[in-house]
């Protein structure tokens, strides 16, 4: 079967317009299953606070005692780690925003002496990078955006003959309906899952100097983990059962005595954490 083409723009577009303001995720697909978060191992929380609302756009929200960072639809979650190595080199390589505007974004950044790269082929998109250097976050602009800004993807790197296994397993455990979309750096398509409005983009690991040629695992990264958010986390654990996989250790209740998590890693090295009621 042919897979669908759909450009990440538009399908933002069409899905964010009917997003809730208030601190929630995406609908869950068919499996119950929704986007959830992604969590950063960080040396400076409150510098990466500010980094993350005032500098790309978030807002902090919480529930209970977690604070989370909300791009419409998602979280981004922080945590204190003193020596992890950046994302680069890892499975789970870097994210995506768009932006309606992106030139006021980048005079933003510059103002604030932020570092921003812009594309060489396609001047609308590019990386805006942390301070640290632990981070690089891939950027375009889409001026029919209803809001400010948008979580878009997520970018996988693994090997180039894993591509279609990963993007098959995503689809068989999570719910992740398989396609391509158009790459805004560069001619050509990526392959994908979508997960409502957002996508996992699968590409090939780059040979870059310095960096192994097969993929580290996420786990303590700077990308430590994602997580999916689903309905019910014990059905959830019993589909898992049935397909010959398990979680790490038993399902646990956070301390605001709401959110259940467990967590797992999927063939290729990325950590994931699953979770139940995450948004507040």
Same mark, same amino acid.
């Given at each position: 079967?042919?897979?669908? #083409? ?5 399908? #933002?577009?069409? #899905? ?11 609908? *869950? ?7 959830? &978060? ?33 791009? *419409? ?14 994302? %680069? ?39 805006? &990078? ?11 602009? $889409? ?9 878009? &993807? ?23 309906? *398989? ?28 040979? /870059?100097?310095? #960096? ?9 990264? %700077?990308? $430590? &983990?994602?997580?999916? $958010? ?8 019993? =589909? ?11 399902? =646990? ?24 009621? /995450?948004?507040?």
């Amino acid at each position: 079967m042919k897979k669908p #083409l759909l450009g990440g723009v538009a399908v #933002l577009f069409v #899905l964010l317009s009917s997003a809730p303001a208030s601190a929630q995720l995406a609908p *869950p697909n068919d499996l119950g299953v929704a986007f959830g &978060h992604i969590h950063l191992a960080v040396k400076d929380v409150e510098a990466h606070k500010t980094f993350w609302t005032t500098m790309l756009g978030g807002t902090p929200v919480t529930n209970g005692p977690l604070t989370l960072i909300q791009f *419409p639809g998602i979280f981004v979650m922080l945590r204190q780690a003193d020596a992890a190595p950046p994302a %680069a080199g890892s499975v789970v390589d870097h994210f995506g925003l768009v932006y309606k505007d992106l030139a006021a974004a980048r005079a933003r950044w510059t103002a604030a002496g932020v570092k921003f790269d812009v594309g060489e082929v396609n001047p609308n998109m590019g990386y805006v &990078h942390s301070a640290d250097g632990a981070y690089r976050i891939e950027v375009f602009g $889409d001026p029919s955006l209803p809001g400010p800004v948008g979580m878009d &993807h997520i970018h996988m790197f693994p090997a180039s003959a894993d591509i279609p296994k990963i993007q098959a397993w995503y689809g068989k455990v999570f719910g992740g309906f *398989p396609g391509q979309r158009k790459s805004v750096a560069r001619p050509g398509v990526i392959e994908v899952d979508y997960f409502h409005r957002f996508n996992m983009s699968f590409s090939a690991s780059p040979a /870059l100097a310095g #960096l192994p040629s097969t993929p580290a695992p996420s786990r303590g990264r %700077a990308i $430590d &983990h994602i997580g999916f $958010d689903v309905t019910s986390l014990d059905e959830f654990e019993r =589909r898992l059962v049935a397909q010959g996989l398990k979680f790490d250790a038993a399902i =646990r209740t956070v301390l605001n005595g709401k959110t259940r998590v467990a967590f797992f890693t999927d063939p290729w090295g990325t950590y994931i954490e699953v979770t139940e009621k /995450l948004a507040p």
